[in-house]
């Protein structure tokens, strides 16, 4: 069998050596197109078996029928987020398969990075001493132990955060659409965990059903001085009811590594253009907010397991007829699905 042809989309430096690293016996064809994959790219992918995405190429109706059209049979996401993907389109017509986990850690740890970073003013600091400014005036933090932290999605990323919160002996509160029983989280409703929190993270994918779930009305309802920590999904957060929420003094400090328009922006150097966003400039420009461009995921763990679990993935679907990490639509036939774990999602 000849090797399988993979177009990888969206590539950088650091996904180049990490996957030239885990290829490293020639068993893939991969090309690494910088440019991402949408309806303007997609012809790129033509005579290739699988194209590999990340989490700001566009996989919309339009792609997936090109995809479908050229004989492409995978979409690889080397992502655990697939809200990118019109999965629901894609059922029936190309499979797609993701990387669950590859650093769990890599994105608690961030995330607790960005809340030490905000709440003592480390970002401040470190540019004050570099001007040999030593003055305390303005830096003044606080306490992380004795807060109530409220994490929005317990799963994998979420529970290794709030085991790093409990270390920092921080009162943990959650929400979660499908609690995990006997896990001993102290779970609460959305309206209880605004109340009470004084810092908020979130770990959950982004649906159609928690789309700004930070508005004007969510914001009113949490305590004056909150501090939000969003390395999930962009979109989770209404980014001008954010601005807006600063402003009337109402958040305290908001931690970004996720945007919700990021995809224009994130991961490219514009230090020597104008940027066209306003909303984001605005964020940036603010003493309180601290912006990561979708790093949070950035460790060697993290992209060496991508690398490996992306092309375990792209071997097993092609070499064994399915692969584990086949992302499950789940339709509306869920009752009379007799599908077998592990097995294709149709
Ligand atoms: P996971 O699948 O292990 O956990 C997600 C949790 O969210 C589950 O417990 C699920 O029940 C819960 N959930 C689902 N819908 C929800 C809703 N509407 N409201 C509240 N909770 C809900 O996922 P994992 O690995 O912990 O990742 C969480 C998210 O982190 C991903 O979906 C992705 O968006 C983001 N992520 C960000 C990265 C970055 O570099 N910034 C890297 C990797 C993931």
């Not at 810092?199 to 501090?227: Q, R, W, Y």
């Not at 339709?331 to 599908?339: A, E």
């Amino acid at each position: 069998m000849s090797n399988i042809r993979i177009a990888f989309f969206d590539a950088k430096d650091y996904d180049r050596d990490s996957f030239i690293k885990a290829n490293n016996k020639n068993e893939y064809d991969i090309t690494y197109f910088e440019t991402r994959l949408s309806e303007d790219t997609v012809r790129l992918a033509d005579g290739y078996d699988a194209v590999c995405v990340f989490v700001n190429d566009d996989i919309n109706k339009e792609v997936i029928d090109k995809l479908v059209e050229m004989n492409v049979k995978l979409i690889a996401l080397r992502c655990a987020g697939y809200n990118n993907v019109d999965i629901s389109y894609a059922y029936e017509k190309i499979h797609v398969v993701r990387v669950p986990a590859y650093s769990p850690y890599a994105v608690a740890e961030h995330a607790m990075a960005l809340l030490l970073t905000s709440v003592r003013r480390i970002h401040k600091a470190y540019i004050r001493t570099k001007d040999f400014n030593f003055s305390l005036n303005g830096l003044t933090g606080f306490d992380l132990h004795g807060k109530t932290v409220g994490v929005v999605g317990t799963g994998k990323i979420g529970r290794i955060f709030i085991d790093i919160c409990r270390g920092f002996g921080m009162n943990i509160i959650a929400y979660d659409k499908f609690p995990a029983e006997g896990s001993g989280i102290d779970y609460v409703s959305l309206d209880e965990l605004w109340k009470r929190s004084d810092i908020i993270s979130f770990h959950c994918p982004l649906t159609d059903e928690n789309h700004h779930m930070v508005n004007a009305d969510s914001i009113d309802k949490m305590k004056k001085g909150v501090v939000l920590i969003n390395t999930s999904r962009g979109a989770l957060i209404d980014a001008e009811a954010l601005v807006e929420g600063i402003k009337q003094r109402k958040i305290g400090a908001a931690c970004l590594d996720v945007y919700e328009e990021e995809s224009n922006v994130f991961f490219h150097d514009y230090s020597n253009h104008i940027v066209n966003d306003d909303i984001l400039a605005r964020l940036i420009s603010m003493p309180n907010v601290i912006v990561t461009s979708h790093q949070a995921f950035l460790t060697q763990e993290a992209l060496a397991n991508i690398a490996d679990t992306t092309l375990d993935n792209v071997k097993s679907f092609f070499k064994e007829g399915f692969s584990g990490n086949e992302i499950c639509y789940k339709c509306d036939r869920l009752d009379s699905c007799n599908q077998e774990h592990k097995k294709k999602c149709f």
